[in-house]
């Protein structure tokens, strides 16, 4: 028996068989019916329709015969397929080339044989389309003409059945990737006559419109009804003019869902004139409500932020200023009002113009030193006074500071200057300071000795006369040393005494003996009282007089009087003393002066003829609360001589030993400064508060003793804290020991003087954030680090979505395995380390056997529930060290290092056959799957990745070759 030869072209023509996926496919009429005519035609029992693969003929179509295919090696239409003329044995008996070939022994008895080669329009013989018969015979010329014409109708639908294939596969995945667009793909028809519908939409339109896609495709009516009734108009305008000019159509407009909800949508279409006269739209639409809220809400802020600056007391202003910022003296951007009081100067003769522009050279030359010393050190410039000589001649004092604001690579883009207006505040605390100096002056002066002490008798304050009294110089009076000095006989006496006092929070009375180190016994008569602040007791104030004197003189006494008189008329108070019967028995000069009182005709007057009836009624509960013993302080607002004036009152009752309430001692002081100044700063601080509170970023104050003392809302958003339990407590406290480990170094530095700024993760109230944080340093004038600042953004989902598109990048969809860029990548990186150690490297080409029949017959879900098996399957059989990776389809690469021998990677090639033929079930469905595998084994350092894979695809098609279900390996 004669075996036919193998074509020149074999693995081309395997590869054009292979391209059409018609091996193995169950029968279809158009192929039957061309085998049943050319049957008929030529008049024999048996006609066939046969494609030869590399080692088996299959029948596609077949009459008069059962099986579906015969080996390649004894088949006549592995002769055929040698030639493009017809192949004609009219006796096979009678032929030495096929008397003892087993179709002609055996079933089906073969004698006579004609077979036309399918020839493809490239130019490959595939198979044949032949005709058999049991008896001799020959064909006419008539029939050989209709039997080549019979076999070039096979390849056709061959071809036809491929093109509609490639083109459903087209179509499916243009569909798939219009339904998972975010929005909706639509064609939108304007007929001749006016009338609309939209022949195509996907999915989305359900979502963007809440209309089916089904039911506007005749009338678009369901569509325009959803259009919000003020966007209506400017729509089918602007629908009209695109219609007409053939331009562009875009649009932003308003639809109205079935729930009432309000959407903003974007369309964007181009048109097209249809033969008819109608216009055929080809576009997109997506809903953009949150981008449109996103908008609106960025504009609110920026206006927000607009008016907070220009309504902020302290002036602002910034400019840019860029690398040669210190030359061109920069360009304004803001300058609020608060800047136009201080300076005088216009924010319209400001904004866009430079330092040169705005001031005198002299001054434009100090700002430009500040700029350049901002652009060289990006750290803020603070002058704690500067005197700003306005145009109306006048001058006041500033404290300006300057800070960068850098861009995106750090460099310093813009300057941002606060300048606050100190010079009433200097000069207040300048008469403060005078104020101190003359009481203290006055106390020293006094006759009296007076002092202040704690709860627990404990003195903090002693004046000279005091000191003289007790026999104490210098600090010896102060914290309990003053007891030292009382007589020894007297020292129980007063202890008990005080001590009493200060349990029941009543006034301290009593005589007792000091005596000196030079023997000698001052007399003295002591009086505490209790100082109140909100009805809570913080300590006491009192005097000492030296009676010792004043018993044998009366003179003295007067004298001592007319000082006391001279005290309270300079003491910068009002000081009085009221009786029992609310009549006011003594008062000082400044009564007179703050009421406009004649003094002496008032003193002996009861409280409601001295003062107005609304006066009276304002201190008539704390008169009485003092009559009746307990000591009341409180703050008022009064109207004196047109101006409203805040005082601190303070009511100290006048109790003898025996408990007799004998009246009350009044002091008043004026407390306006610092309550305007109170009033000015918290509402500074609730401006300042409001906006830390709602910026998007968790801030922090720590002081130099890692205490907080500072936290916005968001920081205890995240935290799920509150101020009232982090206030004074240390960092570790607040964000736990491990936190705080991680950023002890960072706090450390930050308190030494350091600028940071770095990126830490941070498990917060049950969430995992990623945090860009920044730590700025407190630095007081002097170059003491008093605390830092710290601010943290969360930058958790820009760091997620920048991982997920670099996965998605790298990795295959579907399977998870690297995907062909990434598998040429790590492939050209696996040669780059062969070079260096010497090692050989394998790559492995795999596909799924008969897949093409798989998805066809189960589904394309199905088919990817194979692929992703496939795929666990051969990454659970190689090591760990090795690559496997998806270059499309059902083709799969693993790459192979540390080899020693082809061996080695034939004996995985050997156990990925095994592991793919054990069994496959898929819900619940048992599957047959098999793999062929084409070796490339490399000792030759100079290939590339491209190179190693065409060779491993070329095993692979021997192995397919081979009959499927093995490997083929070779050496390059």
Same mark, same amino acid.
């Given at each position: ?61 077949? /009459? ?27 006796? *096979? ?20 044989? $004609? ?12 198979? %044949?389309?032949? /005709? ?92 325009? #009804? ?28 308003r639809v109205r869902h079935a729930d009432g909800t309000v959407h903003w949508l974007f369309g964007n279409a181009l048109p097209e004139r249809e033969s008819d006269g109608g216009v055929l739209w080809h576009g997109f639409i997506t809903d953009i409500t949150e981008q449109k ?20 007391? /302290? ?27 201080? *300076?005088?100067?216009? %924010? ?81 605390? @300048? ?13 020293? $002066? ?48 007063? #202890?008990? =005494? ?66 006391? &008189?001279m005290i309270a008329d300079n003491v910068p108070a009002l000081i009085g003393y009221i009786d029992a019967q609310e009549r006011l028995q003594f008062c000082n000069v400044h009564y007179g002066t703050m009421f406009d009182l004649d003094i002496a005709r008032i003193i002996g ?30 703050? &008022? *607002? ?38 305007? %100044? ?19 970023? *968790? ?106 598109? &670099? ?40 596909d799924i056997d008969h897949f093409k029949t798989i998805n066809d017959t189960l589904g394309h879900r199905k088919g990817d529930l194979v692929l992703q098996e496939f795929a666990a399957r051969l990454a659970q059989t190689v090591r760990t060290t090795d690559t496997v990776g998806?270059? =499309? ?19 995985? $090639?050997?156990?990925?056959? @095994? ?18 595998? =084409? ?14 894979? =065409? ?17 083929? %390996?070779?050496?390059?």
């Open positions: 028996m004669q075996h036919s030869a193998i074509p020149t072209d074999e693995l081309l023509r395997l590869r054009a068989l292979y391209r059409f996926g018609i091996m193995d496919t169950e029968a279809e009429a158009e192929f039957d019916d061309i085998t049943l005519l050319a049957s008929s035609i030529c008049e024999t029992p048996i006609a066939l329709i046969t494609l030869l693969d590399a080692g088996r003929q299959w029948f596609k179509s077949k /009459v008069g015969l059962r099986v579906n295919e015969t080996a390649r090696n004894i088949s006549f239409c592995g002769h055929t397929i040698l030639d493009d003329a017809i192949f004609e044995v009219p006796d *096979a008996h009678a032929d030495p080339r096929f008397d003892d070939n087993p179709l002609v022994t055996g079933a089906p008895n073969l004698r006579f044989y $004609a077979g036309a080669p399918l020839i493809t329009a490239d130019g490959y013989r595939l198979g %044949a389309l032949c /005709v058999i018969d049991t008896v001799p015979r020959a064909l006419t010329q008539k029939q050989r003409s209709a039997l080549e014409a019979l076999s070039r109708q096979v390849v056709r639908q061959l071809e036809a059945r491929t093109v509609s294939h490639e083109h459903r596969q087209a179509l499916a995945f243009i569909h798939k990737i219009a339904e998972r667009v975010p929005g909706m793909i639509y064609q939108y028809r304007r007929r001749p006559d006016g009338s609309t519908c939209f022949p195509y939409a996907s999915q989305g339109m359900l979502a963007v419109y809440g209309v089916a896609p089904a039911a506007v495709i005749d009338d678009a009516a369901a569509v325009l #009804a959803m259009v919000h009734p003020d966007d209506v108009d400017g729509m089918l305008a602007s629908i009209a003019a695109s219609a007409a000019d053939l331009t562009p159509w875009q649009r932003e407009y809220a996103a908008a609106l809400a960025l504009q609110g802020s920026q206006q927000f932020l607009h008016t907070l600056i220009e309504n902020l007391p /302290v002036g602002v202003f910034s400019k840019r200023i860029g690398p040669d910022g210190a030359e061109t003296g920069g360009v304004f951007e803001v300058w609020n009002r608060a800047a136009e009081r201080m *300076a005088g100067i216009r %924010a319209v003769d400001v904004i866009g113009r430079t330092n040169r522009e705005v001031f005198d050279p002299k001054a434009a030359q100090l700002y430009s030193e500040h700029d350049r010393k901002l652009l060289d050190t990006k750290a803020p410039v603070t002058v704690p006074v500067y005197p700003a000589q306005l145009k109306d001649g006048t001058t006041r004092l500033l404290r300006m500071t300057t800070l960068p604001l850098l861009d995106a690579d750090g460099n310093v883009e813009y300057s941002l200057g606060i300048a606050e207006d100190i010079t009433d505040l200097l000069q207040r605390t @300048q008469e403060l300071r005078q104020r101190r100096a003359e009481l203290q002056i006055v106390n020293d $002066a006094s006759p009296l000795g007076l002092f202040n002490a704690d709860i627990h008798g404990a003195l903090t304050y002693v004046n000279r006369s005091f000191e003289v009294m007790c026999g104490l110089n210098g600090d010896r009076a102060l914290d309990f040393g003053w007891r030292q000095a009382i007589h020894p006989d007297d020292l129980e006496r007063v #202890a008990t =005494g005080w001590i009493a006092a200060t349990a029941r929070g009543n006034r301290y009375e009593g005589e007792f003996r000091y005596i000196h180190p030079d023997g000698q016994i001052v007399l003295v008569h002591a009086l505490a009282a209790p100082v109140l602040v909100d009805g809570r007791m913080t300590g006491f104030v009192g005097t000492i007089d030296d009676i010792t004197a004043r018993r044998s003189s009366e003179i003295r006494l007067l004298e001592n009087e007319r000082r006391l &008189r007057q009861k409280l409601d003829t001295v003062f107005s009836a609304e006066q009276y009624a304002g201190m008539a509960p704390h008169v009485a609360k003092a009559l009746a013993g307990q000591p009341a302080s409180f703050e &008022r *607002a009064i109207r004196a001589k047109d101006r409203e004036v805040f005082q601190q009152v303070e009511y100290v009752p006048d109790i003898d030993a025996a408990g007799t309430v004998h009246g009350f001692y009044a002091l008043v002081t004026d407390v306006t400064a610092r309550r305007t %100044a109170e009033r000015s700063l918290a509402d500074s601080e609730h401006r300042l508060r409001t906006i830390a509170d709602n910026l998007p970023v *968790a801030i922090t104050y720590i002081d130099d003793r890692q205490h907080m003392r500072f936290s916005n809302a968001t920081m205890h958003a995240w935290t799920g804290t509150t101020p009232e339990a982090v206030l004074d407590r240390h960092v570790r406290d607040v964000v736990g020991e491990t936190l705080y480990e991680e950023r002890r170094d960072y706090y450390q530095r930050a308190l030494a003087g350091e600028r940071l700024e770095f990126i830490k993760q941070a498990n917060h109230f049950q969430q995992h954030r990623t945090l860009h944080a920044t730590f700025i340093p407190d630095v007081s004038d002097d170059g003491h680090v008093r605390g830092l600042f710290t601010l943290s953004s969360d930058i958790t989902k820009q760091q997620e979505i920048e991982a997920e598109l &670099r996965r998605m990048a790298r990795f295959d969809s579907l399977t998870g395995l690297p995907n062909r860029s990434y598998l040429y990548e790590s492939l050209d990186a696996a040669i780059e380390r062969g070079k260096r150690t010497g090692s050989p490297i394998a790559v492995l080409f795999l998806r270059l =499309g389809g059902d083709e799969f690469v693993i790459v192979l290092e540390g080899l020693k021998t082809l061996a080695d990677a034939e004996h995985i $090639a050997g156990k990925i056959l @095994q592991a793919v033929r054990k069994p496959w079930v898929l819900n619940g469905e048992r599957l047959r799957v098999t793999t062929s595998v =084409g070796i490339a084994f490399s000792t030759d350092r100079a290939h590339c990745a491209t190179d190693l894979i =065409g060779h491993a695809d070329a095993s692979l098609y021997e192995a397919k070759s081979a009959g499927r279900n093995v490997f083929c %390996a070779r050496a390059c």
